[in-house]
């Protein structure tokens, strides 16, 4: 999967640069995740553990698998790891 696969929705984007999320965290997430669960109504949800300022912290994107592209339709870092880290896949 190549970045020029992978299209960011505008809201997306607005809310990515709201929540102080870099985009090539978002693209590295989905190229290459630590875990990739199912999401709600088709979605995907790319996981990575990211340490920030001495805190584990878990970067979710949510994704839809389009014909030509993956399309992110949003990203949020949090610190509930074990609420959204699945132990078995």
Known sequence: MSVRDIKIIP???????????EEKWV????????QKIDGYGGRF??????????????LRVVYEEATS???????YLTSQIERYW????
């Not at 990575?48 to 878990?58: A, F, I």
């Not at 592209?69 to 990203?75: E, S």
């Not at 699945?86 to 896949?89: D, G």
């Open 69 to 75: 592209c993956l399309l992110v339709i949003t990203a």
């Open 86 to 89: 699945r132990k078995e896949l």
């Open 11 to 21: 809201l997306a984007k607005k809310k990515i640069a709201q929540r102080k999320i």
């Open 27 to 34: 693209i590295d997430t989905i190229t290459s995740p630590d």
């Open 45 to 58: 949800v790319a996981q990575k553990r990211l340490k920030m300022e001495g805190k584990e912290k878990l």
